[in-house]
């Protein structure tokens, strides 16, 4: 823990839980889409669906699905903002069983004809734990450089990734497998300590049953999908 995790985040709005982590939901959604978002659909759980309007959370969300950082000073305006630049969005209650109770279900389509679909939890102090892709199990905070690697469930990709990393000197601080089915599609998500470079990233697409590589700065940072 350092100071910022006791004194909280700079950001705008009324709650840290509510605002900023939710804003850090969705702009990590955003930035694993990579590409511009044109449709939104929202499930919010727990104190999340009870205090959405009232803490903001619903405009914390949406400001980070258009690439706001908890401090912008747009925040508050954000819906109008989603209604200018051609976002359309909604809002559902969800049941999320044994979930944190400030939890997200996001599900953003592009305007490239991409879709993902992204749960969020935010933990306190504008903290967020991603526990879900596309389904999927996942654990990873956005604090670290993150790389998340679909491929197929096959002998040797691990061991091929890991090579990689290791070839081009990227240390790995975390690591977490999700299969739900043996020899299907699996994601690995990656939390390293930097050093990721676009080469390294073509490197690992160009693996064979690697489906696709998604690079995640720092989520203080700019997170990319290389092209």
Do not use: W
């Not at 749960?119 to 450089?145: C, K, P, W, Y």
């Amino acid at each position: 823990m350092n100071v910022f995790d006791i004194i909280g985040p700079v950001m705008i709005g009324p709650s840290s839980s509510h605002t900023a982590g939710a804003a850090r939901i969705g702009y990590v959604a955003r930035r694993i889409l990579a590409q511009r978002p044109v449709r939104a659909e929202i499930g919010l759980s727990g104190s999340f669906a009870r205090t959405c309007r009232g803490h903001g959370t619903d405009r914390a969300l949406i400001a980070g699905i258009l690439g706001m950082k908890p401090d912008d000073q747009r925040l508050p305006h954000s819906l109008d903002l989603a209604r200018e630049q051609g976002l359309s969005y909604s809002f559902s209650t969800v049941k999320l069983p044994k979930r944190h109770p400030n939890t997200a279900l996001v599900r953003l389509a592009g305007a490239g004809g991409e879709a993902v679909e992204v749960e969020g939890a935010s933990v306190g102090g504008g903290n967020i734990l991603i526990t879900r892709l596309n389904g999927m199990e996942s654990a990873f905070t956005g604090q670290h450089d993150t790389l998340i690697i679909p491929h197929r469930d096959t002998h040797g990709v691990i061991a091929t990734v890991t090579q990689a990393l290791a070839l081009y000197g990227v240390n790995i601080g975390n690591f977490k497998l999700t299969r739900p089915v043996k020899g299907s599609v699996a994601i690995m998500t990656i939390e390293v300590d930097g050093g990721i470079t676009k080469e390294l990233v073509a490197l690992l697409r160009s693996q064979p049953n690697v489906a696709n590589v998604v690079y995640l700065h720092a989520i203080e940072g700019e997170a990319q999908k290389h092209d």
